[in-house]
């Protein structure tokens, strides 16, 4: 199985931004710990971050054509207004997960809105780093049946 994880802007920061909020883990221990989840489960996955938001739509639309089977995303603050995100999404029929890291529900008021929730299959948040196994866990199970 092929899955695609996409991280928006200021992922790449894990570890440096906010740590009382996001965690002291770097960025290179998530892809290492989704990497191990792969050999875990057999899967190709494959971690891009982008701070632009035109390059995560490309890489969407890639998705497309290129034998990816699910998406788990994470659009950072691309979350709560990217409408072009949005529609990418939409427009790929592929199980895809939104993740955060924090729990965005218990947050300031604009990062409780997520324009890119309604076009996901599930969104997931507030579980820190595990939250991006458990949304890999969540796209094969959906692939199962």
Do not use: W
């Amino acid at each position: 199985m092929k899955l695609l994880v996409i991280n928006g802007p200021n992922l790449n920061f894990l570890g440096i931004r906010e740590k009382g909020i996001y965690g002291t883990q770097d960025y290179k221990y998530l892809v290492n710990m989704i990497q191990d989840k792969a050999k875990e489960t057999g899967c190709e996955i494959e971690c891009f971050q982008s701070n632009h938001e035109g390059a995560i739509i490309d890489r969407i639309q890639e998705a497309y054509f290129d034998g990816t089977e699910g998406i788990v995303i994470n659009p950072g603050a691309y979350t709560h207004y990217s409408y072009a995100i949005r529609d990418a999404l939409a427009s790929i029929t592929i199980p895809k997960v939104e993740i955060h890291i924090s729990d965005i529900t218990q947050r300031e008021e604009f990062r409780r809105v997520s324009v890119t929730k309604d076009v996901c299959d599930h969104q997931i948040y507030g579980h820190g780093l595990d939250g991006y196994l458990m949304a890999i866990d969540f796209i094969i199970a959906k692939c199962k049946k």
